[in-house]
């Protein structure tokens, strides 16, 4: 037995047998039950653990999934990546998950990487990518999808849906329940493209329901938070203070500027309508619970978990991927705070 981490080696001379029936065992080939039942017997006793880069050298991939987000705070992103996850693991893959912090450079150098080990199949968040982050794409040849997002041109799959028109969806209910001088709270950076997006769905609702100019604040980092919802809520009743209805880019914004009702005694939603982004659990269970744009990550996770698994079938049969875009429903959820 090795000193130190025992080798195939190690198993083959402890079980008795050649190297070559050790691999086969390991790959679940042709060898008889006795027999396996022996090495792997040895292989539990030893702690031997697979070099994975041998069979990565001798398929051409490795047995996983890249999977980046943009943060792992997120509870909706935590879903996509919990289906995503039970997808591909029904197959044999799992997944290396990467967290870019919204930042397409980040994602660069974090691809840069994981497709040195010539994954089976990449998710990425978004359809914001840096050009060198699309060439590696391209020149991998690996199955790539694009989640939460429908982009007009995507590098191969995309599964998402419209956050500009969602957000517009939420702008019609707040019109439709009589508010008229609306308000925005959005994050400072330019990196949450879909944040952003949001705000071109408000601009587009002002416009269509002739609500006037936009009143905008955009304050605090991504993922935005609580409290940058609280300090942005401020700032908006500091400029516009006769605005009688906030729409804010995520739920966790909402939450905050909603606190911030609650300590200035203003009430929601007679006085002041407070409406979110994502439906996230705090948003069901404060008071007054918040009205939210509800997507399903999860149909979002299972549906790129699909797509991957067909472009990586289709790859090793020598056929050219599957170019799909597929769009899940969004709902505006009409609830205590309109």
């Not at 653990?49 to 999934?65: E, N, Q, V």
Request: glycine share 10%; net charge positive; hydrophobic share 40%.
């Amino acid at each position: 037995m090795s000193e130190f981490m025992p080798t195939m080696a190690d198993v083959a001379r402890e079980a008795g047998v050649s190297k070559m029936t050790v691999s086969r065992v390991l790959a679940d080939r042709d060898v008889s039950a006795a027999m396996r039942e022996r090495v792997l017997a040895v292989i539990k006793q030893l702690g031997y653990l697979p070099d994975a880069s041998a069979g990565t050298l001798s398929s051409g991939r490795s047995p996983f999934i890249v999977a980046l987000v943009p943060s792992m705070s997120s509870s909706n992103f935590a879903d996509t990546v919990h289906s995503l996850n039970a997808a591909v693991t029904a197959h044999g893959l799992q997944l290396l998950l990467g967290d870019t912090d919204y930042d397409p450079k980040r994602e660069e150098q974090l691809l840069r990487v994981m497709l040195a080990h010539r994954p089976e199949g990449v998710m990425l968040t978004g359809s914001f990518h840096t050009v060198a982050t699309q060439a590696m794409l391209k020149r991998s040849k690996v199955p790539v999808v694009e989640t939460w997002d429908v982009p007009r041109t995507p590098i191969q799959q995309a599964v998402g849906f419209s956050n500009v028109d969602a957000a517009c969806e939420m702008m019609r209910h707040l019109h439709e329940r009589g508010y008229r001088r609306i308000g925005f709270i959005g994050g400072a950076t330019r990196l949450d493209r879909r944040g952003l997006d949001r705000q071109t769905g408000y601009r587009q609702g002002l416009k269509l329901f002739g609500l006037g100019e936009p009143r905008v604040i955009q304050h605090g980092g991504s993922p935005v938070t609580m409290s940058h919802g609280g300090e942005a809520f401020s700032l908006l009743l500091d400029a516009w203070p006769d605005t009688d209805a906030v729409m804010c880019v995520s739920d966790m914004s909402a939450f905050g500027a909603l606190m911030e009702c609650h300590r200035r005694g203003i009430s929601v939603p007679n006085q002041m309508a407070v409406a979110g982004f994502g439906d996230f659990e705090v948003s069901r269970y404060c008071y007054p619970s918040i009205s939210t744009v509800a997507v399903d990550p999860h149909a979002i996770g299972r549906i790129a978990g699909e797509m991957l698994l067909a472009g990586a079938a289709a790859r090793k049969s020598g056929m050219q991927g599957p170019s799909e875009k597929r769009r899940v429903e969004f709902r505006v959820l009409a609830r205590q705070s309109t």
